[in-house]
Each structure stands twice: as C-alpha cells, then as structure tokens.
C-alpha cells in the first residue's frame, strides 16, 4: 500500500505511516501542535519500508490512529495541547450564567434544555399579535428563552424535538414558487417535523489542538444536510459553543456581542423557533452607562398561518397588535413575484380577525435612571424579505456595534433599518428631563414593496418609558401616521437603508438633506490584521433569479443525503463551483448536465461548493457578490432585492461596495476590477479598519467585495437571509480545509460520534 503525502499550510510535509520499526529521536517532543492540530509522540512503530529521517512520528490525540511524521521542530510547544474536560460535568444551569460580567471573572459552562413544540398562540408568552394560530416554540414562549452569558462562558445546549406528525401545514415546511396554501410545498426527504438549531454569528471553531472531533466545532452549525443530519422527531442533540476571547484574539469564536438562535429547516424559525443570544462584555465601557440583556428588540414579521407567505404583523419581542386593515396580493403570479422584489399591487380590505379586545399589550422598556446612556440591541429575526425600519421618538441615538463587533461611535441618529439577520446595537441618550404623563414611542415600520404608490405598510411599536409615564395599552399603530410624524422630523442622519435605491447612494450631502450611512462607511474598531495583503484568489458571483453564479441549491433537493461535514473524502459527483489551493490556482468543477461555459449561462441545480485551503495564519480570500438584477425602466428605481447575505463560520470584512444607475452584469464588475495598470484590484478597497459583518445587504444593479479569513475549518454554507430564498436555491458552501489528513475538521464532539458520522447518510443510515 502506497504511503499518502499531505503538505501542511506551513509547508510542512507530512507523511501517512502504513508501518514500521524506528529508534526514537532524543530531539521529539512527547507532544506537539502542527497547524493548531495536536500530536503525541509513538513510543514503537514499524518504519523499515519508509524513510523517516526524523524518527518523529506521531499520532493525532483526536484522531482515528493515522500516524504522521514531522520534522523534529521547531514546534516543540507541548503546553499548547489542551486539557479537554467534559463540559457536562462542570455545567451550572443556564439561568445562572445571567449575571454582572463586569464584577465576575470565572468563567462557566452553561446548560440549557430547549423543548421545541408546536403549540397555539393562545397563552401569555406567546400572544404574538393575539391572533390564536400554530406556533413552533421554545419552551412554550414567542421568541424562545435568552441565553445571556458572559464572554469566555461555554455553552451547552440539549434541544428536544418533540414536534408531532409530519403536518407541513402546521410545521412550516418551504413553499413550491408558483402558489401558497397547504398543498404547495416542495418535495422534501426531509420531514417536517425534524429540526436544527443555529447560532446565528458563532464562528463554532474548533478549538486548538483538536482533530477529527473537538468539543466544539464545524459540527455544532446546526445546518441540516451540511453540518449534521435533521434532528427527527422524538430525539436530542446537544449543540455546543466554546467561549473565547475578541475578535482580535488568536481563538476568536464567541466575542461578546449580539447575536440569535433559530431553527434552520423550512420555515420554523418564520413561525416562531427563534430568540436572542446576548454575550455581555467582562470590561467597562465609556460608551454607556446601562447595559441589561433584557434592553433588546427582537424583531419579526408574523403571518396570519403557518402557510401564509405575506405578512400582516411586526412584533417587537413577540408582541404586536392586529391591524384593522389587511394587505393581499393583486394580479397572476404576484407571490412569486413579490419574494422575488418585482413591483406587484396590494388590495386593501378589512381584517376579519381585528378585534380591539384581544389585542395583546406592546413591549415596554423601563427608563429607571433618566439622564443616562442606555444600551440597546436590535436584533433582526425576520423571515423574509422585510427590512425594517427603526426610530424613537424624541430622542437620537448612536450605533456602536454591527452584526456583535464593535465599531466606531456613528452620533446622531435618526433611524436605523434592518434586514434579515442583522444586528445592531444603539446607545439612546436618555434625557432627565421627560415629558409627564406618555412614555416615547420606538417606532417600526416595513414598507411592502416600494412600487410608486403602492403605499402597503405594516408596523408596530414598543414604548420607552420613564418613571410616572403611564402607557396606554389601548394605543395601536397607524402606519399612515408614523410615516407622517417621521417626515415632519426631516431625518438629518439614517444608519443601513435598503441599498434598493439609486438616488440615495453616495450622493454628497447639502444643507438639510438626509445623510444615508452604508456599511462600507462604518469604521471597526479592530484592525484586521493581514487583511491588505494581496488575496489568496478572487471569486465573482452574479445574484440572480435566487441563484449565484446561476448555480441553484435548493433545500434539501441539491443537498447530498450525507452531509458535506461528513464526507470523507469530499464527494465532487454533484459539486459545482471551484477548488482552490495554496498557489493560488483554482480549478472549475460542475455537472456534465449544467451546459455552455462554466459557470453556465442558465440555470443549473447542483451543490455548489467554493473551496478553499485551511490556512491558520491571516490568510484571506476575496469574493465579490454582484447583484446583476437591472431595473425594468424609469421610475421602478428599487426593483430587486438587496440580497442579505449571510456567512456561516465567522465574520467577513466588507472592504468595497458600490451602486450604478445602469444595469450591470458580472463581466461589467469584472472587467472593471481588472482592466486597470496593475491588473487586478482596479475597483476602490479599504483595508484601514474595514468593519466586520456576518449578514451585508448588496445594492440593488451593485457590488460588495468581501474578505474572508481561512482559519476556521469546516463547511460553511453562505446563503441569502430572505427564506423564500434560500429554499429555492441561493445558497453555497465554502469549504475551508480537507476532511482527511492530520488538519482534519471535527466531525463530532467525541472519537466515537465522530466516528460514526463519517460518510453517514442521514436517511438510511448507512456508511
């Protein structure tokens, strides 16, 4: 049997040991890390038919017993090597993790059971907008339970499946393109009634030192098909994250910041299987006084069903208020049509379902120390494509944090939007001297489409209220007059609008006009180191029709029935994309079926992998995302979707981004970035302190280029927030790293799991 080489991303050369018989070298370390992988030393081996000249080899500590040798240093750091505990053992309850951060040094291990159900909107806790309907919940409330810990706390978390039957009606399996209703549903292997739980902006990074399995790791992602299989009805499992320091720290997994859980199968978390993930600060800050995991706005839209694609409702921390009038869609094809952002008409009737007794009370935010800076966290838990947008009355506000990493104060605003899992969190002045009698309105509102005219909206509120205010529960929401008071106040600053809007970008500012602050013009307050460096490659991606590159990866259809995390070796049968190595080459791979050039000019389903080499150090990738869509004619300014794009795995930096009143495709973006002296890079980049985001909207007939590290190994799939979209096909994966050799991902929590899960097919069972 032939021996198998591996080059390491040091450039190590290591070699897989089939046996032999060795004198041990006095100068091989009992124990030693390579690539964050950690070895220990074999006390005998056979190696009469192989070469080792350095008579070091080794084994991996979390391995399948594959032996390696390596050349006696200078990788001599035995302390390196964790001492894994079992975190069960240690483990204090979840609520006990709730505490001061910034008095409290130790760090824990917090458990957490959830019980995912479907129930009925029918009890306190979970009244949404007090229309009585099927809810999937955690634990029995809408949103789930928060997890508040502290940074460098563990988490544990078992969840319960214990959804019944396999209604897709009620369990909200994804929609068919053409209709809604309970007899329009894409075919799926997977039944309704399984699940997944997500952290939404873990990087879930496996901790140094482990190999094949690690206590935490690619393996907790919860995405189904990729990084595990559905949790089925009846049945645990137990998802894990391991706590870490900063973002600029060497094992940057769990920063302190904003983030959210949610079900990642159908459209469970749109129905309810979702809530807040807040990791406090240990540290003071001088940039607020207050700080509570409770001061944050969870923010969703609500359905009048579980099978109903239009939203009727918002609520803000699982509350809202029916509206008296409701919104349908006019004309053949509207639905798909308005997922999609193509202008579409809404006819307004009355809601046969208001009534003004059984309205639930709207969510209230007590002010107890006037005069303060009060920390806020808006938490985008939206389903589809409904941006929202956010302001409070009387009062400005500053942004200091986008998507849980901190930014560069931006003062003085107005209003704040939203899409689908963004986050950001605000600091509200509060003044010490508040009006009498009414608490301050916190005002949100999503416009439907922005077809001229069309003037479909929905909204809700939340009340801020200071000592002696009195809230009126009676009060319900006027979209009409929210929109009214908000132009009276003539918005001076707006953080994040719905790049879907020409006019509105890079515009210069004049006197007493809206200043529109995009992420491309948000500043970190972290450096990323290496960042400027030249790319290990560059990809282009068109955004088109729900598909990138017209590559579609519907769920679950073009999903591999083992998932990606436990192929080994990768499965290329049904891949398309590309694979890339450490020499900057990239080789195109894509189904005979996908015709014409590659990436094909139509639609082609497949998996659709970009693949990439695991390289510990700042080593990064570029990708520029290019939103193709072009406006039909004058006056549809706004036509398309401004995709929100979400990256599992960790944080991407946005170092460009740009918008055109032309239609543009990917050839006009790339010829643009490398027609140019140096011959690539043509395109404007900022590399001093380029925010760090997981979920960026991209500009409608626009661009955003990326940086993404390649440290974190694992399948990682990248994905279009918008449900309806993800569903039917705008997804990829990235995959960082091999499954097989010494710097192998973790395919499970133990040797034994791990095991177990390689090359496991989630419907049969079988390897």
């Known amino acids: 049997e032939a021996s198998t080489f591996y080059k390491s991303a040091m450039g190590?050369?290591?070699?897989?040991?089939?046996?032999?018989?060795?004198?041990?070298?006095?100068?091989?370390?009992?124990?030693?890390?390579?690539?964050?992988?950690?070895?220990?030393?074999?006390?005998?081996?056979?190696?009469?038919?192989?070469?080792?000249?350095?008579?070091?080899?080794?084994?991996?500590?979390?391995?399948?017993?594959?032996?390696?040798?390596?050349?006696?240093?200078?990788?001599?750091?035995?302390?390196?090597?964790?001492?894994?505990?079992?975190?069960?053992?240690?483990?204090?309850?979840?609520?006990?993790?709730?505490?001061?951060?910034?008095?409290?040094?130790?760090?824990?291990?917090?458990?957490?059971?959830?019980?995912?159900?479907?129930?009925?909107?029918?009890?306190?806790?979970?009244?949404?907008?007090?229309?009585?309907?099927?809810?999937?919940?955690?634990?029995?409330?809408?949103?789930?339970?928060?997890?508040?810990?502290?940074?460098?706390?563990?988490?544990?978390?078992?969840?319960?499946?214990?959804?019944?039957?396999?209604?897709?009606?009620?369990?909200?399996?994804?929609?068919?393109?053409?209709?809604?209703?309970?007899?329009?549903?894409?075919?799926?292997?997977?039944?309704?009634?399984?699940?997944?739980?997500?952290?939404?902006?873990?990087?879930?990074?496996?901790?140094?030192?482990?190999?094949?399995?690690?206590?935490?790791?690619?393996?907790?992602?919860?995405?189904?098909?990729?990084?595990?299989?559905?949790?089925?009805?009846?049945?645990?499992?137990?998802?894990?994250?391991?706590?870490?320091?900063?973002?600029?720290?060497?094992?940057?997994?769990?920063?302190?910041?904003?983030?959210?859980?949610?079900?990642?199968?159908?459209?469970?978390?749109?129905?309810?299987?979702?809530?807040?993930?807040?990791?406090m600060q240990r540290t003071t800050s001088n940039r607020f006084d207050v700080d509570l995991p409770e001061n944050s706005l969870f923010l969703q839209e609500w359905y009048p069903n579980t099978s109903d694609a239009t939203p009727q409702s918002l609520l803000v921390n699982g509350k809202g208020k029916q509206s008296k009038h409701c919104y349908h869609l006019k004309g053949e094809d509207s639905l798909r049509k308005y997922k999609e952002g193509e202008p579409v008409e809404f006819v307004k009737t009355g809601n046969p379902s208001y009534s003004s007794a059984n309205q639930p009370n709207y969510e209230v935010f007590n002010i107890k120390e006037p005069g303060k800076r009060y920390r806020f966290r808006i938490i985008g838990g939206i389903g589809d494509n409904v941006p929202i947008r956010v302001s409070v009355e009387n009062h400005t506000f500053s942004a200091i944090s986008a998507d849980s990493i901190d930014i560069e104060a931006v003062h003085d605003l107005d209003a704040l939007w939203v899409a689908a899992g963004e986050r950001y969190d605000i600091v509200i002045n509060t003044t010490d001297l508040p009006r009498e009698t009414d608490p301050y309105r916190i005002n949100v509102i999503h416009n439907k489409t922005s077809q001229p005219g069309a003037g479909a909206t929905i909204c809700s509120l939340a009340w801020l209220k200071y000592p002696n205010q009195e809230v009126n529960h009676d009060i319900e929401a006027d979209c009409e007059e929210m929109e009214k008071e908000f132009e009276k106040i003539k918005a001076k600053k707006i953080l994040n609008p719905v790049p879907n809007n020409f006019s509105n970008w890079g515009k210069p500012q004049n006197a007493g006009e809206t200043e529109y602050i995009y992420p491309i013009n948000l500043t970190s307050l972290y450096q990323a180191n290496g960042i400027a460096a030249n790319p290990l490659n560059t990809q282009y991606v068109s955004m088109h029709n729900m598909t990138f590159n017209n590559y579609s990866m519907s769920f679950p259809k073009n999903y591999s029935a083992i998932p990606f995390l436990f192929q080994s070796p990768s499965n290329n049968t049904e891949r398309c994309g590309v694979v890339c190595n450490t020499d900057n080459e990239c080789m195109y791979q894509q189904p005979t079926r996908c015709v014409g050039e590659i990436p094909p000019t139509k639609q082609c389903d497949c998996q659709h992998v970009i693949q990439q080499p695991w390289l510990p150090s700042k080593y990064w990738f570029e990708i520029i995302l290019i939103n193709v869509k072009p406006r039909k004619g004058d006056g549809e300014d706004g036509w398309g979707v401004a995709h929100p794009i979400h990256q599992h795995g960790g944080w991407f930096n946005i170092v460009g981004m740009g918008q055109f009143d032309y239609p543009i495709f990917k050839e006009t973006i790339e010829k643009m970035d490398t027609e140019c002296m140096d011959g690539k890079n043509c395109l404007p980049r900022n590399f001093k302190w380029p925010v760090f985001k997981d979920v960026i909207q991209v500009p409608t007939n626009g661009y955003v280029i990326l940086r993404t590290p390649m440290d974190n190994r694992g399948v990682w799939i990248v994905h279009c927030h918008i449900n309806w979209h993800i569903e039917h096909g705008m997804a990829m994966v990235f995959q960082i790293g091999e499954p097989d050799g010494p710097f192998r991902w973790a395919m499970g929590p133990d040797n034994t799991t791990a095991a177990d899960n390689k090359n496991k097919n989630c419907f049969t069972g079988l390897h």
């Open 12 to 279: 190590l050369f290591l070699l897989l040991l089939v046996g032999s018989v060795f004198s041990r070298n006095s100068d091989c370390p009992a124990k030693k890390t390579v690539g964050g992988t950690c070895f220990t030393l074999k006390e005998e081996t056979d190696t009469s038919d192989f070469n080792c000249t350095s008579d070091c080899v080794y084994a991996d500590e979390h391995g399948d017993g594959d032996e390696f040798c390596f050349k006696p240093g200078p990788y001599k750091t035995e302390e390196a090597c964790p001492q894994y505990v079992n975190l069960d053992e240690e483990a204090v309850p979840g609520e006990d993790c709730n505490r001061d951060c910034t008095s409290d040094s130790i760090n824990k291990t917090c458990a957490f059971t959830f019980v995912l159900e479907q129930l009925f909107s029918d009890t306190p806790g979970r009244l949404a907008d007090g229309l009585n309907r099927s809810v999937l919940v955690y634990n029995g409330t809408l949103p789930g339970p928060t997890i508040a810990v502290c940074e460098g706390d563990n988490v544990v978390l078992r969840l319960e499946n214990r959804l019944k039957g396999d209604d897709k009606f009620l369990l909200g399996a994804p929609f068919n393109a053409s209709c809604q209703g309970p007899k329009c549903y894409l075919s799926s292997k997977v039944p309704a009634n399984s699940t997944t739980l997500h952290f939404h902006g873990i990087r879930e990074k496996q901790p140094d030192g482990s190999g094949a399995w690690g206590v935490g790791g690619p393996w907790s992602d919860g995405v189904p098909l990729v990084a595990q299989c559905p949790v089925p009805a009846s049945s645990d499992f137990t998802y894990t994250f391991l706590g870490s320091g900063g973002i600029d720290a060497s094992y940057n997994n769990a920063p302190a910041g904003t983030y959210w859980y949610h079900s990642h199968v159908g459209r469970q978390r749109m129905n309810g299987a979702e809530g807040k993930l807040i990791i």
